[in-house]
Structures are given as structure tokens and as C-alpha cells.
């Protein structure tokens, strides 16, 4: 049986919980293997590190390391090679008659031919070997110790979450300067882009304009009013009857 299990956590402290369960892993008889440690953006420290441990003592293992900190992801693993492990044993034992039956073959041969020919089958089997043997071992290291990947991260302090989410005066001005020149570079690229049709277009119309104009008919000048034109007559004196009836008294 092949055990597997990725656990992730969230520490208040990551150099000591990762001491603490290297401590469990070789108290159970285990070791560590590969260990990374990164820094993120904020300054926190994050780990990996890979526990290996006898399948016997696994879940007590990963139960202690559930107990140093918060526990953000979990998954768990069994895979039963069971048939893989007696196919490949049992592949071993034929590969090894094989090999011992050329080799026999190879102190029975007297023809150089027969040798150079036995030679080349014996290196091939024997790499067919080689090959099977890495990969019983590969199962018998995988079956005996169970493997854990450890994650471990800082857990974010609340006083910065707090101001983060409480955004004062100066965050406002700078998010309304932010959206002001942003504005103006909306309108400086829209302006950029209808410059050349507005350009265009009013060459257009000075061209239409003069064309027009040039087309149009002169007017005739007008004739200059004659200069000897007669005076306008003059309408004889109005007679009043009052004035002709006070001449005839007297």
C-alpha cells in the first residue's frame, strides 16, 4: 500500500513548526527530505518541506502536525499496488533464470561467431534486469515509508487586515486623482483619434466654399443716378377763404 498526504497550514510561527515536525518524523523513524522556504509580498515566510515516515506510524504523524497550526488543505491518499508488487517479483525471478541460462550457454559455446552473438543477448537481458530490479525497489521504498508534503505560511496579522480595510483620506484623493487622469487620458485619446477626420472634413468644406463662390455670377453695377436731373416741382401756394372774403370788405 502506497500512503500519500499534502497538508497545508497556517502558523504563527513557520521556522518553529517546521522544527517541530521534523522532530516527529524521525522520532517515528522517518527523515526529511526537500525543504523550500519563500518570503511573499508582505514579508511573510512560507515552507515546503517533504516528511517520510513508516506507513506503521503515518496517521499518528500527520495527526501531530494537524495540531501545530490552522488547517487550510488536507488530502489523503491510498493506492493498493499489491498486484504491481507480485508481477514485478515475479518478472525478476524469470529475468534472472534468463540471464544464468545464456551465461551457460556462453561457457558451452566454441565458435567465436556463437559468443559475439550470446555476448549481445546476455547485455540485453541483463539491462531488462537492471531495469526491473530499480523499480522493485522504487515500490518496496514507496510501500514501507508513506510520504507527506508539508506546506506551512504565516497567518496574517489582523491589525494590518484592518487598516487594509478601512480606506482614510489620502487612499480617497489618490483613488480620485487616479480616475482624474485617467479621464484625461480617455479624452486625449478619443481627441487624438477624430483629429484627422476633423481636419479632413473642414479642408472639404474651404474647398466647397471657394468652388462655390467661384462659380457664382457677378452682379451688374449699378447705374450712377444722373447728375442734371430736374428739381421737383413745386406746389403753388394754398389761397385761404377767409383772407380773400376780409379783402373784398374792405
Known sequence: MIRTASLTLRVKD??????????AAVDAGGYVGNETTTR????????????????GRYDAVLSSLEGTGKVVERTAKAEDVTDQVVDVESRV????????????????????????ALEGELSTRESDLDALLAQQASL????????????????????????????????????????????????ALVFGAVLPFL???????????????????RRPEAEAAPANAGSLPVAPP???EGGEEAGEED
Open 93 to 116: 525471478k524469470s529475468q534472472r533464470v534468463s540471464v544464468a541460462r545464456v551465461r551457460e550457454l556462453m561457457d558451452q559455446a566454441t565458435k567465436l561467431s556463437d559468443v559475439v
Open 140 to 187: 518496496k521504498d514507496r510501500t514501507s515509508l508513506a510520504t507527506i508534503t508539508l506546506s506551512l505560511s504565516e497567518a496574517p496579522l489582523k491589525d494590518a487586515g484592518k487598516k487594509s480595510d478601512a480606506p482614510g483620506f489620502v487612499d480617497a484623493l489618490t483613488g480620485g486623482w487616479d480616475a482624474f487622469v485617467t479621464m484625461l487620458r480617455w479624452i
Open 40 to 55: 511573499d509580498g508582505g514579508g511573510r515566510e512560507r515552507t515546503r518541506a517533504v516528511l517520510r515516515v513508516p506507513t
Open 238 to 240: 394754398v389761397r385761404e
Open 14 to 23: 513557520v521556522p518553529e513548526a517546521l522544527d517541530a515536525a521534523r522532530t
Open 199 to 217: 481636419l479632413s472634413a473642414g479642408l472639404l468644406l474651404a474647398l466647397w466654399l471657394r468652388l462655390a463662390r467661384t462659380g457664382q455670377p
